[in-house]
DNA sequence: AGGTGGCTTTCAATGGTTGGAATAGTATTG
DNA sequence: CAATACTATTCCAACCATTGAAAGCCACCT
């Protein structure tokens, strides 16, 4: 520190060698390790995880013991390690994921039972929608997302319900964004999204269509918490031809509703009406 | 370390006030403030966190703060910190926790449509059940436990199940230590317990009366992975009186065995048939 | 106004952390 | 079967992130 690196005037590289990247905080060197699992990455060897989170073999041991100790990951017989279910407990008490979902569930299970189609509940982290919870029949349609994955918020119903949803500062740094490509969804132009987010908060649906898996059509709508905030969303995915999306809307509205109302949230009687009312 | 102490030699404590206690792997402590969070505590504020992790404030805001950056943990609008949803995305990679459950989450569904009663999974984590899921209709029996909550093995119907497919050094551990007596259960002498677990690897099937939170019967039957290890136990739980345990039974066993098959497991033609029968 | 309690920032001392090197173990290859 | 390549583990001295008392804020209560 106050020493000045005075003696060094090598030729070029002061790869004297020593601590090559030394200095990163302890906590977001073990997250990094977390981070490295995947859906494709379920169970990794030592230097797998060193590998992919960038550290060497012994400090990456270190702290992959420490949380095995713990339980936030387990190690199997053959050496590799996966994630943990004590990790998976705390997880549980999030009340953005096992939370909503817990309290939604039975709504969900209504809806799925009378449809029998894809049933999805999502929140929203950061820029993209993450998959609560899925409920499908063994013989659905083929879907493109699973339980813990990723969603973009422009090409999904349930993320345009969630972008609809968010406030109006982070809409606005999102659709300044270029929108990244996704398959077999139509691209929408700015005009038109801003149209259709307006629609969403509106109506309480949205609605897409996508061919890429298979031909399918969403149609989502939103999930209110008790300040009146979207929490999540709900949809439903359904081949396309088969039921209409307008007879298919007033039953996802409904179920979503049904859900809001047991987070505390107090319906209005339209939601185009939302003044002063008081329970 | 390596300097003797010899220049103390002060009345009494070594009091001098500097740091009391320092020394933990700042992992541990990061992983401790996870575990404060339960099921009564989902949000906390600083204080509270730092209080009953042990530490000072500053040390736990700064820990926090990591935890915060990464997802690990949420901050709400009143300045409480949740469970973060990126925590739960990781988690839900937990082959153990949500891999079983998403292949078994079908099958509880065709079970509880059929039955409308309390259906449970769950593994163990060292000497209790973990409970993955639940099913309930919104108008079935109280219940005792919550999805990510504990059970008890020697108690507890899935508990049993867990126990009896346990290795047998495990199983004589757990015997060794004296039962603790939950409420409702009928006390199991260890005799009758070996008697029982035996029973419950030739049939299948482990079966569990309780009074406390209500009367009710719990059926539960083992799930097997690919390698024949008991993973999972699923279970169904009636008001005493309503449907005979004998006619659940099969209902459960024949469940489990989808799941098992599921998994990869080759179930032999009779539980008691086990020999060298190959595919 | 004074007091209380929670939250945040600062900062110098320090001990946990670090990773190269060496060793043991294991799979793959010639 | 030795040679090779890779992974896992143990050691240890240098070092830097970590630590927590102290003090400043802010909000709330009396």
Avoid at 85 to 91: G, H, I, M, S
Wanted: no cysteine; charged share 25%; hydrophobic share 40%.
């Amino acid at each position: 520190m106050t020493a000045t690196p005075d003696t060094d005037a090598p030729t070029e590289a002061p790869a004297r060698g020593k601590r090559p990247k030394q200095g990163e905080p302890v906590i977001d060197r073990a997250l990094s390790l977390l981070a490295v699992f995947s859906d494709r990455r379920r169970a990794l060897t030592l230097s797998e995880l060193a590998r992919h989170a960038d550290m060497p073999a012994p400090t990456a041991l270190r702290l992959i013991s420490r949380l095995v100790a713990w339980g936030a990951l387990e190690r199997l017989d053959d050496g590799r390690y996966v994630v943990g279910v004590r990790l998976w407990e705390v997880a549980s008490l999030s009340p953005r994921g096992h939370g909503v979902r817990e309290i939604a569930l039975p709504y969900l299970e209504d809806l799925f039972e009378v449809t029998r189609h894809h049933v999805l509940l999502a929140v929203r982290d950061n820029e993209e929608a993450v998959l609560i919870e899925r409920l499908s029949s063994k013989d659905a349609t083929e879907v493109a997302y699973r339980v813990g994955g990723r969603a973009p918020l422009r090409s999904t119903a349930v993320g345009l319900v969630l972008l609809a949803g968010a406030d109006q500062h982070f809409q606005e740094a999102i659709m300044a964004k270029p929108a990244e490509k996704e398959p077999g969804v139509a691209e929408m132009p700015e005009g038109q999204l801003r149209r259709t987010l307006s629609d969403v908060r509106r109506t309480g649906i949205a609605m897409i269509r996508r061919s890429h898996p298979s031909m399918t059509v969403s149609v989502a709508s939103p999930i209110f918490d008790a300040q009146g905030s979207v929490v999540a969303a709900l949809s439903i995915v359904v081949p396309d031809g088969s039921t209409p999306p307008n007879v298919l809307a007033p039953a996802v509205r409904a179920t979503a509703r049904a859900v809001s109302r047991n987070l505390g949230h107090q319906a209005t009687v339209s939601t185009e009406v939302r003044t002063h009312s008081r329970g």
